[in-house]
């Protein structure tokens, strides 16, 4: 007697198409697109029960990132139409998930009695939506940071003098995007800069 057919979970399906996009699958196809296009097709045929893809999870989880794929962003904070998420690889460094920053309607307590204002809501769509340019600088952060009293990349509390004024943690530093240089003027622009001032003087 055969088992009945399960369908993949509604979370395991959540993660499939995630690792489809973001890792080297070649069974699946050379590219993220081909990927995804691959597991929906298995997804609708209903060839694959749940066991099936519970294995599958099992081994595409250590498959290695595609670093080509589009949607796969650094560890970081990112801004895409006014929502803020924070990218973090999980605790076996074996994948990368994003979380929404949600401010919080009045005011409540965590678990060691701090007043908190926002926290941070897993978003499985949002690798698919951020891309490297989407990542914030110091500068963008800051008015956040200042405005909440907390890390806007760990939620930890800013207590630190030095923390405090530059917005962000010692540790959550790295998780921006560089500053953009100043424009600066070679030898001869500035010579010549020189020049036009002095004659309209």
Known sequence: MSR???PASPRQVEWL???ARERR????GATADERAATLERWL?????????FSTALDAWRHAPYDDTADGVVEPGVYRRDDVIYVVRRNRTNSRVHARRLVEIGGRR?????EVVQIEFVYDPEALQLLRPEDQMTLAEARPFTLRYGRCIACDTPLSDATSVAR????????RFAPEPAEPTLSTD???DLLDRLSRSL
């Open 25 to 28: 699958l070649p069974e699946l």
């Open 167 to 174: 917005g962000i943690g010692p540790v959550c530093v790295k």
């Open 17 to 19: 198409r995630s690792l």
């Open 44 to 52: 609708e045929d209903g060839e694959h029960d749940r066991r099936w």
């Open 109 to 113: 307590l965590n678990e060691v009695d």
């Open 4 to 6: 009945p057919f399960t």
């Open 189 to 191: 622009q500035a010579n």
